[in-house]
């Protein structure tokens, strides 16, 4: 298995331990599925569709290889290791269009009907309460109404060793 753990990662020494801060971010190293099933493999990077205003440190906008124009549901899979104990966990997240969020198979506070790409922070949720140390997974159904579709997320984790 192949992922890329931390994008970057900031170590404060702290009188509690050490302090990490790291991001996890929308890019190659997700994995793809359209409609739940037909795997797409890795993600492809996205160029800014006209009317796509998110944009997120570090992050692109990703979708299937092949499946940019489709309407219907993809989903967009990416594990991730929190070492020590979460203390903190902000998403922000642009989809074209809809999107709901699963943090190891929990249904998430951070879901929108429509328009989080036309947010230039995307759309903010703490989703803290559902990390836990060691390995977690994040999952993103994006529907797509037609038209080109695409997800950049961006997720700042902080956790205590
Ligand atoms: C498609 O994804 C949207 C957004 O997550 C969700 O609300 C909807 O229930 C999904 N539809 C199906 C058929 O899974």
Do not use: H
């Not at 990390?131 to 529907?143: A, T």
């Amino acid at each position: 298995m192949v992922f890329k753990i931390l994008t970057f990662l900031s170590i404060f020494i702290m009188t509690s331990g050490v302090f990490l801060e790291f991001s996890i971010v929308s890019d190659e190293s997700s994995w793809v599925y359209v409609a739940s099933t037909l795997s797409e493999g890795n993600a492809a990077i996205y160029t800014t569709q006209g009317g796509w205003a998110t944009k997120l440190l570090d992050a692109s906008w990703i979708g299937g290889k092949n499946a940019m124009n489709v309407a219907g549901n993809s989903t967009i899979t990416k594990f991730f290791y929190i070492a020590g104990i979460p203390e903190s966990g902000k998403l922000s997240v642009g989809a074209d269009d809809y999107f709901t969020t699963y943090i190891n198979d929990k249904t998430t506070n951070c879901r929108i009907d429509s328009g989080s790409f036309t947010l230039s922070a995307g759309r903010l949720c703490d989703v803290f309460s559902y990390l836990v140390n060691g390995l977690n997974k994040i999952v993103f159904e994006v529907k797509n109404g037609g038209g080109p579709g695409g997800l950049m997320f961006r997720l700042v984790v902080t956790s205590n060793l």
